[in-house]
């Protein structure tokens, strides 16, 4: 019986601090902003307010899930205020790779004269936001331009051949 207990005790005390390990509230004086804009430059994509009926309002964040920011919000507001405090806001930022590929997707089809070239652009700019190596890096960026300048798909897929074959 002894044993049994201490398996739940330990499976529980582990469901508590699992939500909890992946997620960060700071000490200090916020607004929504400046602690999105703090926490986005260590990783964190979830985030999450909560206020309390006397207005103390306190912030959570997380790069594991939104429950995980909800959590940490609500928990540290009723910490602070002793009420039992709700969500008022909540978002979830794009990855910094996914944003890369956006702006890549735009840039490069700002100007485009045929619509059936998009999904080349967006594949390549997937691509380009994955890289690491230099060499890929140039052939990206050079597949996008041909294909940003061409007219149909003929002339973009050998274009991309072409940058292929110039970097290998």
């Avoid at 890289?131 to 991309?160: F, M, P, Q, Y």
Wanted: hydrophobic content about 30%; proline content about 2%; charged content about 25%.
């Amino acid at each position: 019986m002894y044993l049994k207990n201490t398996k739940n005790f330990l499976l529980y005390i582990l469901i508590c601090i699992l939500p909890v390990s992946c997620t960060t509230v700071l000490e200090g004086v916020y607004t929504w902003d400046t602690f999105i804009q703090e926490r986005s430059s260590d990783g964190d994509t979830f985030f999450a307010e909560a206020k309390a009926p006397n207005g103390i309002i306190s912030y959570g964040s997380s790069n594991d899930s939104q429950g995980a920011a909800n959590n940490m919000a609500s928990r540290h507001c009723s910490e602070n205020s002793g009420k039992i405090c709700k969500i008022t806001r909540t978002i979830t930022l794009s990855k910094k790779k996914d944003i890369e590929s956006l702006v890549c997707t735009e840039k490069y089809s700002r100007d485009l004269k045929n619509d059936k070239l998009g999904p080349l652009i967006t594949q390549w700019c997937n691509k380009l936001a994955s890289i690491s190596t230099e060499k890929d890096k140039k052939i990206a960026e050079c597949s996008l331009n041909h294909i940003s300048r061409s007219k149909n798909t003929t002339n973009a897929v050998s274009g991309s051949k072409l940058c292929e074959a110039k970097f290998n």
